[in-house]
T-cell receptor, first 111, second 118 residues
């Protein structure tokens, strides 16, 4: 079983739609959580950190459920420019603080 | 913001040759740099952690004699793929953690190098 699992998609949604991605992690000692965005053939870029209380940044909302070991990302009012792959990333204490990457979920926002 | 460059951005080489990829932090010092590899439709996989002035720490399954890493200064790390074969064709990405960073996730990524071995 992979340490970080995501539905690879693709998710095809129209502009203006709300879309949600989930990610599950297997190591209960995981302590830091992030969502990154990666455009085709480009390097990943940090989208937002994920906090236990949930956090919002504009149209993006991230949630963490430690009991169920999953993280979510909600995108409201999707824009064409949101089309990308969204990567779930976890750091756990016992692994030299390495970033553990999910496979990514592909999103295509259509006009 | 912090900028990390990689050179070359793309390289095509013949099987059996060696390829060197440079990763530079342009406006900050990085005591730690990371080398990742990403195959098509796959996740980023950490290959090794490079610490300035010491030997790199390789992940399980990564051959240290094939992927030579040198981190000779606080702004430069190099990855040399020795005797490259077609199965080494991949997207290689480096990242750098600022020396002043207190956050483990604070890594700035280079734009990546696409290696194609014929």
């Amino acid at each position: 079983r992979k340490e970080v699992e995501q539905d690879p998609g693709p998710f095809n949604v129209p502009e203006g739609a709300t879309v949600a991605f989930n990610c599950t992690y297997s190591n209960s000692a995981s302590q830091s959580f992030f969502w990154y965005r990666q455009d085709c053939r480009k390097e990943p870029k940090l989208l937002m950190s994920v906090y236990s209380s949930g956090n919002e940044d504009g149209r993006f909302t991230a949630q963490l459920n430690r009991a169920s070991q999953y993280i979510s990302l909600l995108i409201r009012d999707s824009k064409l420019s949101d089309s990308a792959t969204y990567l779930c990333v976890v750091i756990h204490a016992g692994n030299n603080r390495k970033l553990i990457w999910g496979l990514g979920t592909s999103l295509a926002v259509n006009p | 913001g912090a900028v990390v460059s990689q050179h070359p951005s793309r390289v095509i080489c013949k099987s059996g040759t060696s390829v060197k990829i440079e990763c530079r932090s342009l406006d900050f010092q990085a005591t730690t740099m990371f080398w990742y590899r990403q195959f098509p439709k796959q996740s980023l996989m950490l290959m090794a952690t490079s610490n300035e002035g010491s030997k790199a720490t390789y992940e399980q399954g990564v051959e240290k004699d094939k992927f030579l890493i040198n981190h000779a200064s606080l702004t430069l790390s190099t990855l040399t793929v020795t005797s490259a074969h077609p199965e080494d064709s991949s997207f290689y990405i480096c990242s750098a953690r600022p020396a002043t960073s207190s956050s483990y996730n604070e890594q700035f990524f280079g734009p990546g190098t696409r290696l194609t071995v014929l």
